[in-house]
């Protein structure tokens, strides 16, 4: 059975820094809030929603998803 690939990142860590939600990420972002939530269990974005997440966490993608 094929199984998605675990991805670490600092998705969660930095949403909660920042003290928003899933719904205040989605609405900045652009990312359906299922995605993000995908995204904080390890779930790997395309490169363009991985931008969008970064963007709207005032980051970079490097250190959203270092290594």
Partial sequence: MWR???VKNKVKQRRQE????LDQLSA????PVSTISDVEQGGEPRVKT???IAHAL??????????
């Fill in 18 to 21: 920042m003290g928003i939600t």
């Fill in 28 to 31: 900045k972002s652009g990312v």
């Fill in 4 to 6: 998605k690939p675990m």
């Fill in 58 to 67: 005032l980051c970079t993608v490097d250190e959203l998803w270092p290594d």
């Fill in 50 to 52: 991985a931008q969008r």
